[in-house]
């Protein structure tokens, strides 16, 4: 069984467009988070929640709205897609308190914008 | 050796040697290490972590050290595999965890195992 799953692993759009990554856990963690992984492989996080409510929004354009209708699921939609959002987001969970240290990564999903 | 390329660092080593990846980690309040393996087209894999509270940690074939003094952070491959070949990151985690479990990655390095 797939333990951090994301929809879909490939995504390509044209700029301007908008679209979403969903994002499901299975594993009864109660953080979720998203990360992107640019073309030099540099992973960097975006959003995390807990319990459904928002914890960490780094500095992302607010063009991306996380939302997290339950613990288990945790999507991401972008708006007006530019060509610098070309790239790979990484859905993971993680187990509260001092447990949380270890994220499970989802396996990807890359975005290409043309 | 190790060398910085355009891309990732990289670091190429045969077959059954032991292979050590080097990290420098930004804050010394960080608490909490981790290592994680990427292969190609997949996501980051737990490898090992380590609490600040340790120097030294080992699992199946693998240590991690930790150096607070100079904040270095290095992870050791034991007979070097050629599963082992993939993107190496480690990644620290400022106090207090928790909810807040915002782990920092490093820019990552590329293990090259030659058959």
């Known amino acids: 069984d797939t333990a951090v799953s994301q929809t879909p692993k490939y995504l390509v759009t044209q700029m301007g467009n908008d679209k979403s990554i969903k994002c499901e856990q299975n594993?009864?963690?109660?953080?979720m988070y998203w990360y992107k992984q640019d073309s030099k492989k540099f992973l960097k996080i975006m959003f995390s929640?807990?319990?459904?409510?928002?914890?960490i929004n780094e500095t992302v354009p607010n063009r991306f709205s996380p939302k997290s209708p339950d613990k288990a699921h945790l999507n991401l939609h972008i708006n007006s897609l530019e060509l610098g959002d070309s790239a790979v987001y990484f859905c993971?969970?993680?187990?509260?308190?001092?447990?949380?240290?270890?994220?499970?990564f989802g396996p990807g999903t890359r975005l290409t914008v043309l | 050796g190790e060398s910085v390329g355009l891309h990732l660092p990289t670091l190429s080593v045969q077959e059954g040697d032991n292979s050590i990846i080097n990290c420098a980690y930004s804050?010394?309040?960080?608490?909490?290490f981790i290592w994680y393996k990427q292969e190609s087209g997949k996501g980051p894999q737990f490898i090992i972590d380590?609490?600040?509270?340790?120097d030294k940690r080992q699992g199946q074939r693998v240590t991690v050290l930790l150096n607070k003094t100079v904040k270095h952070l290095s992870l050791q491959i034991a007979a070097t595999q050629p599963g082992d070949s993939a993107v190496y990151f480690c990644?620290?985690?400022?106090?207090?965890?928790?909810?807040?479990?915002?782990?920092?990655f490093g820019t990552g390095t590329l293990l090259a195992v030659q058959p």
């Open positions: 993971a969970s993680s187990p509260p308190g001092w447990q949380g240290g270890e994220q499970f």
């Open positions: 594993l009864g963690h109660d953080t």
């Open positions: 929640y807990n319990n459904k409510e928002l914890i």
């Open positions: 804050n010394s309040a960080s608490d909490y």
């Open positions: 380590i609490r600040s509270n340790m």
């Open positions: 990644a620290e985690r400022l106090p207090p965890g928790g909810a807040t479990n915002k782990l920092i």
